[in-house]
């Protein structure tokens, strides 16, 4: 098969034994999910093992916060950029 392996493909388990993609996590909202799933699907299926869920889990939740504090701070016409106000200069942090 050539290309990127559609969702219906990667859910199917491996018959030669091989290991499965991480699954998210129930607690993730909408956003966050969608956010692990593109995650764990741009690389290789043996890249994350389950002891990487827990930050996986973390890093999505702090993604989709620093992009709600971005829209935030856009939609109030604030003077300060984006990564200049202080609840998105600490969610910055968390990410790296």
Request: charged share 25%; hydrophobic share 45%; glycine share 4%.
């Amino acid at each position: 098969m050539r290309g990127r392996k559609s969702a219906a493909a990667l859910g199917v388990a491996a018959v030669d034994g091989g290991t499965s993609r991480l699954k998210p996590p129930a607690s993730l909202s909408e956003a966050e999910r969608k956010v692990f799933v593109d995650l764990v699907l741009f690389v290789d299926d043996k890249h994350f093992v389950p002891s990487d869920l827990p930050l996986l889990s973390r890093y999505v939740d702090a993604v989709v916060l620093s992009e709600q504090a971005a829209y935030h701070c856009q939609s109030r016409a604030l003077r300060l950029k984006p990564w200049q106000s202080p609840p998105m200069i600490r969610i910055i942090r968390v990410m790296v």
